[in-house]
């Protein structure tokens, strides 16, 4: 499916928002922990609408048009990864219902991968997956990576995709992923960082960044783009250059505002609505303005949010 931009202003897009959830209301759940709440009422909308195979991350897609493909992009990253380090074992953080470490251990059946999970239910759900899928160089335990406990060590490689923006202390985290790497080993990161405060933005664009990361649970905001390099480095590890992979959201960004538009506009939609689970319905806000609040590369209205990979390595 090819990306058409919006149609819709951000005004437009901040009216219908208000309209359908209160924006005051969403607004003071900020700076509130609600990770477990969040992904137990958002659970089953992401296996419906985002994923059956329980992927919950952002698909990149380069050429322009939205495919299932772009949910690879960052797994294959971490083959690669794994293959150029000759790698045999492979830790994921905050891996959710699997996905990742599922498809790498599919792909390099020689390699032992553990995916780790703050949530049980996710741990559980990745497992199953796991088991469907008959895989057994794939475990799956539960963990917070803040700090990640003693007892992961000597990992060729170490990865998380949109996870780490939950972090409330980057060197404690970052410090815990160097001790489990060996020397020599890797770590690969995707996730969305800001630039600047959205404090400091036009006020549509602001109520707007604000409005997507209580949607999303990241109810303190986005960590600021160069804080994970410094807390790696700070860690002991050398840090490549970081990729900005913003504008390969795109399609995906897009494809989102018109399903949300479409829904939220019909009256007995919205009417049921009224009767789901708030933090999945608000799923929607994010998707609304994802577009509008992200760096895509336009010339005017740009967000501060960019979607970045950063890799590291262990000195040998
Ligand atoms: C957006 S989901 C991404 C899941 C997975 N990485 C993927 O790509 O599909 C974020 C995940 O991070 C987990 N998480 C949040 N805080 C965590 C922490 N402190 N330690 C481990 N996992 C955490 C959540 O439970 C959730 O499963």
């Given at each position: 499916m090819t990306a058409t931009a919006p149609t819709h202003s951000l005004s437009d897009l901040l009216k219908l928002i208000?309209?359908?959830?209160?924006?005051?209301?969403?607004?003071?759940?900020?700076?509130?922990?609600?990770?477990?709440?969040?992904?137990?009422?958002?659970?089953?909308?992401?296996?419906?609408?985002?994923?059956?195979q329980g992927c919950m991350h952002s698909a990149l897609n380069a050429d322009g048009t939205f495919s299932f493909d772009g949910y690879l992009v960052q797994p294959r990253a971490v083959v690669a990864e794994t293959v150029a380090v000759k790698g045999?074992?492979?830790?994921?953080?905050?891996?959710?219902?699997?996905f990742n470490s599922l498809?790498?251990?599919?792909?390099?059946?020689?390699?032992?991968?553990?995916?780790?999970?703050?949530?049980?239910?996710?741990?559980?759900?990745?497992?199953?997956?796991?088991?469907?899928?008959?895989?057994?160089n794939v475990t799956y335990e539960q963990a917070s990576y803040e700090p990640l406990p003693d007892r992961f060590?000597?990992?060729?490689?170490?990865?998380?995709?949109?996870?780490?923006?939950?972090?409330?202390?980057?060197?404690?985290?970052?410090?815990?992923?160097?001790?489990?790497?060996?020397?020599?080993?890797?770590?690969?990161?995707?996730d969305m960082h800001a630039y600047g405060s959205a404090d400091d933005l036009p006020p549509d664009l602001a109520r707007a960044t604000r409005l997507y990361e209580v949607s999303v649970a990241v109810t303190r905001g986005f960590i600021q783009a160069g804080q994970w390099e410094a807390s790696l480095r700070k860690a002991g590890?050398?840090?490549?250059?970081?990729?900005?992979?913003?504008?390969?959201?795109?399609?995906?960004?897009?494809?989102?505002?018109?399903?949300?538009?479409?829904?939220?506009?019909?009256?007995?939609?919205?009417?049921?609505?009224?009767?789901?689970?708030?933090?999945?319905?608000?799923?929607?806000?994010?998707?609304?303005?994802?577009?509008?609040?992200c760096r895509l590369g336009r010339e005017s209205n740009d967000g501060i949010l960019a979607y970045q990979k950063i890799t590291a390595s262990k000195p040998a």
């Amino acid at each position: 499916m090819t990306a058409t931009a919006p149609t819709h202003s951000l005004s437009d897009l901040l009216k219908l928002i208000d309209k359908v959830f209160g924006s005051d209301k969403v607004m003071k759940d900020w700076g509130r922990e609600m990770i477990p709440e969040y992904y137990a009422q958002s659970g089953p909308a992401y296996e419906k609408m985002h994923s059956a195979q329980g992927c919950m991350h952002s698909a990149l897609n380069a050429d322009g048009t939205f495919s299932f493909d772009g949910y690879l992009v960052q797994p294959r990253a971490v083959v690669a990864e794994t293959v150029a380090v000759k790698g045999k074992r492979v830790l994921e953080l905050g891996c959710g219902k699997g996905f990742n470490s599922l498809f790498c251990a599919q792909n390099l059946k020689e390699v032992q991968f553990t995916g780790t999970d703050l949530l049980q239910d996710h741990v559980n759900r990745a497992s199953g997956f796991a088991k469907t899928a008959e895989r057994t160089n794939v475990t799956y335990e539960q963990a917070s990576y803040e700090p990640l406990p003693d007892r992961f060590r000597d990992f060729d490689v170490a990865f998380g995709f949109e996870t780490l923006c939950y972090a409330k202390d980057t060197d404690l985290v970052a410090a815990s992923i160097a001790a489990a790497l060996r020397p020599g080993g890797r770590f690969v990161m995707y996730d969305m960082h800001a630039y600047g405060s959205a404090d400091d933005l036009p006020p549509d664009l602001a109520r707007a960044t604000r409005l997507y990361e209580v949607s999303v649970a990241v109810t303190r905001g986005f960590i600021q783009a160069g804080q994970w390099e410094a807390s790696l480095r700070k860690a002991g590890l050398v840090v490549d250059p970081v990729e900005d992979l913003t504008a390969q959201l795109q399609p995906g960004l897009y494809r989102q505002v018109e399903m949300s538009y479409r829904t939220l506009s019909d009256w007995k939609k919205r009417l049921a609505i009224k009767a789901m689970p708030p933090l999945l319905t608000r799923n929607a806000i994010a998707a609304l303005v994802g577009p509008a609040i992200c760096r895509l590369g336009r010339e005017s209205n740009d967000g501060i949010l960019a979607y970045q990979k950063i890799t590291a390595s262990k000195p040998a």
